[in-house]
């Protein structure tokens, strides 16, 4: 299995092949995505990609990290595991009708 990507900085006009297309340089592009925002699909700035082997990644990581792409100085390092979220509550609930002040 290949190793996860975190590209920063990406400029919006960015797309997913377009960034898959700058990666392939250095080996097989696994996968390759934008983070957009769920309401408007606007880019959020950052993505990630995986490649197919380490050393592809590696090599992906040192030649890319801080170069302009598409007027941007792309942030790009190893992807970090995602940390687990924190129950937020929203549940044990009340009932509001009862409840008069």
Do not use: H
């Not at 299995?1 to 250095?26: C, E, H, P, R, W």
């Not at 934008?34 to 990630?48: H, L, M, W, Y």
Request: net charge neutral; proline share 2%.
């Amino acid at each position: 299995m290949g190793k996860k990507i975190y590209v920063g900085n990406l400029s919006y006009n960015m797309d997913d092949q377009t960034l898959g297309q700058v990666f392939s340089a250095f080996g097989t592009v696994e996968s390759a995505r934008i983070v957009t925002d769920r309401e408007s699909g606007r880019s959020k700035g950052f993505g990630f990609v995986e490649m197919s082997s380490d050393s592809e990644a590696t090599a992906a990581i040192d030649k890319l990290n801080g170069t302009d792409q598409l007027g941007r100085s792309m942030n790009v390092s190893e992807a970090k595991p995602m940390a687990p979220r924190e129950n937020r509550g929203g549940g044990g609930g009340g009932n509001f009708r009862n409840n008069r002040y």
